[in-house]
């Protein structure tokens, strides 16, 4: 199969050469290109890249414009946005977007490499290192939201299991280790669970999922 096509957006360009390099060093990934956000949605029409990495914080066009423009596309690419802050106050907004997931710039080089592939195949990113505490910066406190709460009372059992497990950041085939499912049975307990939670994806459920007081804060276990 051909290699997955990369794109990289952000200002800086020492910090595009360093992700490229390490995207780059995957065999089955290329890195097609490298922009800041004004010159995204142009690059993405030419090189028609499958992942995009993207700055939240540029100063030319900001992340969440490009995020829209770009969503906006015939054959939209999975875009991940990169920021410096775990709990940056445009997370929300790129979630509403379309934002398939969020990654710290100081990731880890084997899980930005394993994130750009699980964006490839269609998932989001919520590594429990990376995503999962984006996501509970952008949740805030108070206790359980009696809105996700509701959404939350649509779902069965199992799917609860799920869901809980997907908010704490892990992927289909450890839902399914940890559930004794098949992947595919996960996979399927997912779809259902997006369309009841009309969540556009697995960040947005997982938010919920958070919201509704379905994954413990791993400091009451410590």
């Not at 030319?60 to 423009?69: K, N």
């Not at 399914?176 to 992947?183: E, I, K, S, V, Y």
């Not at 399927?188 to 369309?195: F, P, W």
């Amino acid at each position: 199969m051909p290699p997955t096509r990369v794109l990289i957006v952000d200002d800086e360009v020492l910090v595009r050469s360093g992700l490229g390099l390490i995207v780059g060093t995957a065999p089955d990934l290329e890195v097609v290109g490298g922009c800041s956000g004004g010159q995204a949605e142009l690059l993405t029409r030419q090189l028609a890249p499958q992942v995009v990495l993207l700055d939240v914080r540029m100063p030319d066009l900001d992340g969440i414009s490009v995020l829209r423009r770009l969503r906006a596309l015939p054959d939209p690419p999975a875009v991940a946005m990169l920021t410096t802050f775990d709990t940056d106050e445009h997370i929300g907004t790129a979630l509403r977007a379309g934002a398939a997931g969020f990654l710290l710039k100081d990731t880890a080089p084997e899980q930005l490499v394993h994130a750009v592939r699980v964006l490839a195949a269609g998932g989001s990113v919520l590594s429990p290192s990376v995503a999962r505490t984006v996501i509970s910066g952008y949740v805030e406190g108070g206790g359980p939201d009696t809105t996700a709460a509701t959404l939350t009372g649509r779902l069965t059992g199992r799917e609860l299991d799920v869901l809980a497990l997907l908010g704490e950041g892990l992927s289909n085939a450890e839902i399914a280790d940890r559930l004794f499912l098949g992947t595919g049975t996960v996979k399927d307990h997912i779809s259902a669970i997006l369309g009841k939670l009309g969540a556009a994806n697995r960040v947005q459920a997982a938010v919920i999922a958070h919201r509704a007081g379905l994954v413990r804060d791993r400091r009451d276990g410590e």
